[in-house]
């Protein structure tokens, strides 16, 4: 078993910073990804942004330059750095673990992001 706990959500002005974080506990092994989704109301989940066990990431196009995603594998810990956070980044954002040899995803309960214009 795998859990994921989401924090560091909040309200904030546009313009302003929030850094997510997302601990990782459980059986944790081999190959993995972890990442950020991210749920508008009445929207489709997201990706926002990725990191595997290797260090490569992925970032969704609406937020490059803005937010950056690190993982700190002694800890199975992932953050997501947001930088010049704008009203349209408000959603609920969900961390993500998926651990390739099992093919398997995990994920959290959602921290919500509001940004204010």
């Known amino acids: 078993q795998v859990q994921l706990v989401e924090s560091g959500g909040g309200l904030v002005q546009a313009g302003g910073s929030l850094r997510l974080s997302c601990a990782a506990s459980g059986s944790i092994f081999g190959i993995n990804a972890m990442g950020w989704y991210r749920q508008a109301p009445g929207k489709q989940r997201e990706l926002v942004a990725t990191?595997?066990?290797?260090?490569?990431?992925n970032y969704a196009d609406s937020v490059k330059g803005r937010f950056t995603i690190s993982r700190d594998n002694a800890k199975n810990t992932v953050y997501l750095q947001m930088n010049s956070l704008k009203p349209e980044d408000t959603a609920v954002y969900y961390c993500?673990?998926?651990?390739?040899?099992?093919?398997?995803?995990?994920w959290g309960q959602g921290t919500q992001v509001t940004v204010s214009s």
């Open positions: 990191i595997t066990s290797g260090g490569r990431t």
């Open positions: 993500n673990l998926y651990q390739v040899f099992q093919a398997k995803d995990y």
